[in-house]
C-alpha cells in the first residue's frame, strides 16, 4: 500500500490504520512540500517502520517531492530490519550506481525510472516498479531473465524494442497515456482520471492508436 504525507504523526497514523487490513508492505513517499533536512527524512521513515511489522520500501522520487533521500540516509535507513528496499527514482544515474555499490547485499534497489530498468538489472540490482511494465509485461520479464542468466545477447535487443515504447507513454502526464492504452486493449474499463488529472489529448490518442497498431 502506498502512504505519503509531508506529516510524520499523519504518515504514521496511515500505517497504523492500514495495519488492520492484512496488507503485505508499504511504499512510503518521502515527505513533500516541505523539504526536510536528511535528519528529518530519516525519522519520517525510521517512525513509518517503527509502527509495522510489515515490509517497507522507501520511495525516493525528488523532482516529485522536492528533497532527495541522499544514499548516506538510505544506507542508514537499511539497517532498520523492515525497511527492505528502495524505489529509486532519483533520475540521478551516478547517485544509483554508488546506492548499487554500497547497500547491504539484502537490501533490494527497484529502479522507479522505467528507462534505466536496463540499467539496473545489468548493474546488480533487483528489478523496476514501472508504470510501463503495464504493457508489453512480457518483454520486460525476458529482458530481466535474460540478463540473470548473463544472456545480454538476447536481452539487449528485447531491450531495445522496449526503448521505442517507454518515451511515447510519458510524452503526456502518467498514467493517461498508459491507461488510455489499457481500456483501448480492454484490460480496463476505463481510461477516465481523477481531477486534476485529466485524459489524453486528441492529438496524441493518434500516436498510441499507431502505436497500438
Known amino acids: 500500500m502506498g502512504v505519503s504525507s509531508n506529516s510524520t504523526a ?22 513533500y512540500f516541505n523539504l526536510p533536512s536528511q535528519e528529518g527524512v ?8 517503527g509502527a509495522t511489522d510489515k515490509q517497507v520500501l522507501i520511495y525516493n522520487i525528488p523532482y516529485r517531492t522536492g528533497r532527495n533521500v541522499e544514499n548516506a ?10 525497511i527492505v528496499g528502495i524505489k529509486d527514482s532519483s533520475g540521478n544515474v551516478p547517485q544509483s550506481i554508488e546506492l548499487l555499490r554500497e547497500r547491504d547485499p539484502g537490501f533490494s534497489v527497484l529502479t522507479g525510472e522505467d528507462i534505466l530498468f536496463y540499467f539496473n538489472a545489468v548493474s546488480g540490482g533487483n528489478g523496476g516498479i514501472m508504470a510501463s511494465a503495464h504493457l508489453q509485461t512480457e518483454r520486460f520479464v525476458r529482458v530481466w531473465d ?14 531495445n ?32 482520471l481523477r481531477p486534476p488529472m485529466t485524459g489524453v489529448s486528441e492529438a496524441f490518442k493518434s500516436v498510441l492508436d499507431g502505436f497500438l497498431a
Not at 43 to 49: C, G, N, P, V
Not at 148 to 159: C, I, S, V
Open 42 to 49: 530519516f525519522e519520517h521513515y525510521a517512525r513509518a517502520a
Open 161 to 192: 524494442m522496449l526503448t521505442r515504447m517507454i518515451p511515447q507513454l510519458f510524452k503526456e502526464p502518467n498514467p493517461a497515456p498508459i491507461k488510455y492504452i489499457l481500456a483501448r486493449k480492454g484490460l480496463i474499463p476505463s481510461a477516465e
Open 73 to 82: 540516509t538510505t544506507l542508514r535507513l537499511s539497517k532498520i530490519p523492515n
Open 146 to 159: 535474460c540478463v540473470q542468466k548473463n544472456d545480454l545477447q538476447n536481452a539487449l535487443p528485447e531491450w
Open 10 to 31: 499523519k504518515a504514521v497514523r496511515q500505517v497504523e490504520n492500514l495495519n488492520r487490513y492484512g496488507v503485505s508492505g508499504y511504499l512510503v513517499t518521502s515527505p
